[in-house]
């Protein structure tokens, strides 16, 4: 190239060669070609969407707003709406509207100059002004800069000052440049600072204390910018005598440039982009240029500004002739404001060439194995893009309907006259076979013999063309109708793709079917180097042995309609959808090989200046490579590439915050305690996403409510109806639209019970019901109790009728016979055998008659009719100390509980039994009876101070006595406890435990529970 450039001596032509450096680039073999301004995704937004006007400075904090200063305010930008910023409550006002200059420091405070005098620094809503108070001259701030270290810096009244503590100072009077007019300052990526006057330009390091003057002149300089590469350009107003808009390259310490460039272009302010090429603003627009191509200049050479610059202005797109700002954001996205509005430009991922047609019906594209590729538009000149150039050519226009680049770089195409055939001179059509109409012909498939395949509307056969000859293609053994598209792999095979997922594939003479279930049509294929992919309308499948295998991903979407499947260089899939173009890296795609239940991760990629589905006109492929690596599509209005080498990606996430708590359709001010009765809870959020807010999704989550994320999609609230009361913890996530996702942003909330939905609501619900059953409970008890009592007091007198009636029949009936007997005895002499007789029988009938007088006795016993068991027991005990100076005494613990009359009366016949042979065996001084109704048993027990009873005889007992064995019987007999303890001369203790519920009749755990707590004896014996 050097070569080439000395071959122009005239500075003329220099310049014109300089300027196609400057604004296109020399294309390389090694490089791909930076991209014009005319291919980025350019957005304008102006007073119609609300953009403020004479945009003066602009910069992000880390929130993700961009901050704008203008001639009518500070405004704040989140992508989507402008906000004029106003100081809260309590906070001072800024002191102006015109604003000249805005920084933004790496802490977030934002400063900000006015026009005519003033700085303010804004912090977390706090306003901090800045006057003539503090140290600052009554004039305009131009400029304002934070240092490598922190520091502040500012251009006021022209002179340079630096904020220390609260005050702002001058820069000593001994600097050199003390009697100059200082325009601007930078500090490089070093550290050093660097400022312009209208003389020379000056240079102090970080370790240094004053300035040093360099041999560069200065000017009204506009600005520095400092290249990746680290050279340092300005752009200005040259020279302190005459005024020369020029733009230049320093040859300075710390920035050495062997062949120093000078452009004389006007430059406002300059700005290099993540690629390194020099962006140039001014009141004609915007252009942007490869510094590193003009700086391979053998000598130093100056490019005149004239016509043949290529401004981008209003005439394409921008909002306003006049660029008055740039700024790079924290994505790479370059923002520039301009006199009326704000502009943004981003490096597309879709990139359009420059002189393509547009299509409102369908666009075609094909590729040759050089790389070039072709495209054809109905009715418009085939034209193929190589190295950049677009070419036309054929200039005559076809209703074209395909395109193909065959092995020997042939052009084949269909249209209204049948087959064409270019071969990069001539067009020719070759003849049909006989009775195909001319627009019939679909699809060619050029083989590496020179012949060709063809399908054709409503033809059940294929067709092969072969030295000027037609003949069909037949092979019995394959399916023949509903061929949508035909493909030849490297191999030579041929494969064909129809409904329902069914494929063919064709070598030679012989052929075989294959099935891939679930695909639908089959409208692409692609050899891999993993695999033979197949493409429908519903999926891609991967040929393993004699079957198509479904891969599945995690969105369906995405391979929803496939048109196109190109492998890349780097082995990742690209698809032209019906929704887009989507990729699948290769490392998905490994693993979905590997296992095929796996689903995939893909990327969705859509932008608004590639407008239009992708075709799904059959036989028609519609994404091929390229030359360098690039994937070419085309949908139905354009054509288009992408360069997998260098996709841009946004790999900063959204700036989330949560904005707005609202209960009920009213903003709640303080969202910490939400008042009960809400129905309906709205959370609003927001991410802020510069490059593509349109792009940003959502998932969240409610702590306490949802048990999984909640994926939805663009939606900035989520609205939640009839909370429980309770505690919540709400996070929300936010992605920028490719794959990367924020931390989530997190608030807690209690929403406060009513009183109804209170701890002491439902224990009071929960009293009132256990009072209400208890008070149920309580009249069922009195009821069966009532019944029992009457139940015994029937059997108490049913037996008194019974021991009335042996009374009155039976014992009278026996007394009357012995009567008779007696006196028959007297009759019979005495001392005969007979008179014993009958002398014995009368012994054992009194005794007889005197047995049953017991027993009837027992049945008429009333005891506990009008006496409770401690009187029972101290009756008999009264009785027995008649002729005994034994004490005697009965003890009762606990409220005294209703007892069931069959335990009651065994354990009266056990305790007159204990204290009948205390009496009688003992010998004792005191006899003690305790009776003890407690919450879990009735115990009743004899204790006496006596002279024990033998071990021997407690184990055995007595021969002859039954009275410890009668009270045992008795115990068990009402499931009763029954212990004697008693050593000799320790006296003897008895003990009868029966259980609650079967002393009490409370058998139930629950009327345990109740009866362990409620006073039943109370109610019960009252009665």
């Not at 409610?702 to 994320?709: F, I, N, R």
Request: hydrophobic share 40%.
């Amino acid at each position: 190239m050097i070569i080439f450039l000395r071959a122009f001596r005239s500075p003329r032509s220099r310049r014109y060669i300089y300027m196609v450096l400057l604004l296109a680039g020399v294309h390389k073999l090694n490089a791909q070609d930076p991209l014009k301004l005319i291919q980025f995704n350019h957005t304008s937004w102006t007073a119609r969407e609300g953009a403020p006007s004479e945009i003066a400075g602009l910069g992000q904090t880390t929130d993700g707003v961009l901050w704008i200063g203008s001639g009518s305010g500070l405004y704040r930008f989140d992508g989507i709406s402008f906000s004029l910023f106003r100081p809260a409550s309590g906070e001072p006002p800024l002191p102006r509207i015109s604003i000249r200059t805005l920084c933004v420091a790496r802490d977030g405070t934002v400063w900000v100059g006015f026009r005519p005098a003033g700085v303010a620094a804004i912090r977390n809503g706090h306003v901090k002004l800045y006057g003539v108070q503090e140290g600052l001259p009554p004039d305009t701030t131009y400029q304002l800069l934070q240092a490598n270290n922190g520091t502040m810096w500012a251009i006021a009244g022209l002179h340079l000052w630096q904020l220390r503590g609260e005050r702002w100072q001058r820069e000593s009077p001994s600097e050199p440049f003390s009697s100059e007019r200082v325009y601007k300052m930078f500090f490089d990526k070093a550290g050093t600072q660097w400022v312009g006057t209208n003389k020379w330009i000056y240079r102090r390091e970080p370790n240094q204390d004053k300035f040093e003057a360099t041999d560069e002149v200065g000017g009204e300089l506009i600005q520095f910018a400092e290249s990746p590469d680290g050279s340092l350009w300005v752009g200005g107003e040259e020279g302190a005598e005459t005024s020369i808009p020029t733009v230049r390259r320093l040859d300075v310490e710390g920035h050495r440039s062997p062949y120093p460039v000078r452009l004389h272009v006007l430059s406002d302010t300059l700005l290099f982009d993540p690629e390194g090429q020099l962006w140039f603003a001014s009141v004609y627009g915007l252009l942007k240029g490869n510094p590193r191509e003009i700086a391979e200049a053998p000598t130093s050479i100056a490019v005149d500004q004239d016509k043949q610059f290529k401004w981008f202005g209003h005439d394409q797109g921008l909002s306003t002739d006049s660029a008055t700002a740039m700024f790079k954001d924290a994505s790479g996205d370059i923002w520039v404001g301009t006199m009326r509005g704000l502009d943004r430009f981003e490096q597309p991922k879709l990139i359009q060439p420059e002189n393509v047609p547009i299509s409102d019906r369908r666009m075609m594209v094909t590729s040759c194995s050089d790389g070039e590729v072709w495209i054809g538009v109905p009715l418009a000149p085939l034209i193929s893009i190589r190295d950049g150039q677009t070419i036309t050519r054929i200039k005559k226009t076809y209703e074209m309907d395909s395109v193909y680049c065959g092995p020997s770089g042939v052009i084949w195409f269909t249209d209204d006259q049948g087959i064409g055939r270019f071969d990069r001179k001539t067009t020719t059509h070759i003849p049909l076979p006989e009775g195909m109409r001319p627009s019939s012909a679909k699809q060619v498939i050029e083989t590496s013999d020179g012949s060709i395949f063809v399908t054709f509307r409503n033809a059940v056969d294929l067709w092969r063309w072969q030295r000027g000859t037609w003949s069909q293609v037949a092979v019995p053994a394959i399916q023949k109708e509903g061929r949508n598209v035909i493909f030849r792999d490297r191999a030579g095979r041929l494969w064909a793709g129809y409904a329902n997922g069914a494929i063919t594939e064709l070598e030679g003479n012989s052929g075989r079917d294959f099935q891939a279930p679930g695909l639908g049509d089959v409208t692409a294929f692609a050899e891999t180097s993993h695999g033979f992919l197949s493409g429908g309308m519903n999926g891609i499948a991967v040929q393993r042995g004699d079957t198509f295998e479904h891969l599945l991903l995690e969105d369906e979407l995405h391979v929803r309609g496939i048109s196109g499947l190109v492998e890349a260089d780097s082995g990742d899939l690209w698809l032209n959808v019906a929704y887009g173009v989507v990729r699948i890296p290769k490392a998905e795609f490994l693993k979905a090989l590997d296992s095929p239940a796996y689903r995939m991760k893909s990327q969705l990629i859509t932008e608004g200046s590639v407008i239009g589905p992708a075709p799904l006109s059959y036989a028609l492929p519609s994404a091929v490579r390229g030359a360098r690596g690039t994937i070419w599509f085309a949908n139905s209005s354009t054509a288009f590439y992408v360069d997998p080498s260098r996709l841009p990606q946004n790999q900063i996430p959204p700036v989330l915050t949560i904005s707005a708590v609202a209960a009920d359709g009213v903003t709640l001010t303080d969202y910490r305690q939400i008042r009960p009765g809400v129905n309906t809870l709205v959370i609003k959020y927001a991410g802020i996403n510069l490059p593509a807010p349109e792009r940003v999704t959502y998932r969240y989550r409610l702590e306490g409510s949802d048990s999984t994320w909640q994926e939805v999609g663009s939606r900035t609230e989520a609205v939640y109806t009839k909370l429980r009361p309770g505690r919540y913890t709400f996070d929300v996530l936010a992605s920028n639209g490719e794959g990367i996702w924020s931390q989530p942003s997190s608030t807690r909330f209690q929403v406060l019970p009513a009183f109804y939905q209170t701890v002491w609501f439902f224990l009071a619900c929960f009293a009132l019901t256990a009072a209400v059953v208890w008070l149920i409970l309580m009249l069922r008890i009195q009821r069966v109790t009532e019944t029992v009592r009457i139940r015994a007091e029937e059997r108490a007198d049913e037996r008194v009728r019974i021991a009335r009636d042996l009374h009155d029949t039976l014992l009278q009936g026996v007394q009357g016979l012995m009567l008779r007997f007696d006196v028959a005895s007297q009759e019979v002499p005495e001392g005969g055998r007979a008179r014993r007789m009958l002398e014995d029988a009368l012994k054992s009938a009194d005794t007889i008659l005197l047995e049953g007088r017991d027993r009837v006795r027992s049945l008429r016993s009333d005891t506990f009719k009008d006496l409770t068991l401690a009187e029972a027991l101290a009756a008999v005990g009264t009785h027995l100390t008649r002729y005994s100076e034994i004490r005697f005494h009965v003890q009762t613990e606990g409220p005294m509980v209703v007892v069931d009359p069959i335990v009651l009366e065994e354990v009266f016949c056990i305790g007159r039994e204990a204290i009948t042979n205390a009496f009688q065996h003992a010998d004792p001084s005191v006899v003690e009876v305790r009776i003890t109704y407690s919450k879990k048993a009735f115990v009743v027990s004899c204790e006496d101070d006596g002279k024990g009873i033998d071990p021997i005889l407690l184990t055995d007992g007595r021969s002859g006595h039954w009275g410890m064995s009668g009270m045992k019987e008795r115990s068990t007999k009402i499931g009763a406890k029954f212990e004697c303890t008693s050593s000799t001369g320790n006296g003897t203790k008895i003990t009868v435990t029966v259980p609650a519920n079967r002393a009490y009749g409370v058998r139930s755990p629950i009327m345990r529970l109740l009866f362990r707590y409620l006073p039943l004896s109370r109610v019960l014996h009252d009665r």
